[in-house]
C-alpha cells in the first residue's frame, strides 16, 4: 500500500508567496514595465510613451507598486528640474528571467490557445443553445 504525498495548500493570506507574487505581477500593467525597464533605467515620461494605453495615475501606482515589492528602484537627482528614473533592481531582474520565458511560452503556443478558446466557445455556443 502507497501513501498518499502531501499535498500543498495555498493560503489565502499574505504568508503565500505564490499569491502574492502572482497577484502583484499578473495585474495590467507590471509585466509591461518590468520588461521596458530590462533595456535600463528609465524615466517616468519615457515609461510612459513605450507603453500604450497606460494611465499616468496607473503608471505611478504601478511603479511604487512594483518599487514596494522590491522590484524597481526609484532614483531622485537634485536637479533643476529633478530628474528621476526608474529601474529593475537585483531581485527584479532576477524576476524577469522566468517570466520571459513564460512570455516565449505563450508565443510559441499561441495558436494551439487561440484553437482550444475557439473550440471551447463552440461547444458552449451548442450547449447555450441546445
Known amino acids: 500500500m502507497t501513501t498518499k504525498q502531501k499535498r500543498r495548500v495555498f493560503h489565502n493570506n499574505s504568508d503565500c508567496a505564490v499569491r502574492n507574487v502572482v497577484a502583484q505581477i499578473g495585474d495590467k500593467w507590471s509585466l509591461l514595465i518590468l520588461f521596458a525597464l530590462v533595456d535600463g533605467p528609465e524615466r517616468f515620461n519615457a515609461l510612459k510613451s513605450r507603453i500604450e494605453g497606460i494611465s499616468q495615475r496607473m503608471l ?51 495558436d494551439e490557445i487561440n484553437q482550444a478558446r475557439k473550440a471551447y466557445d463552440q461547444q458552449n455556443e451548442s450547449f447555450s443553445q441546445g
Open 60 to 110: 505611478t501606482q504601478t511603479l511604487r507598486d512594483l518599487e514596494r515589492e522590491g522590484y524597481v528602484n526609484r532614483t531622485v537627482y537634485p536637479e533643476v528640474p529633478v530628474r528621476v528614473e526608474y529601474q529593475l533592481t537585483d531581485l527584479g531582474r532576477d524576476l524577469v528571467k522566468p517570466l520571459y520565458q513564460l512570455v516565449c511560452w505563450a508565443d510559441q503556443h499561441r
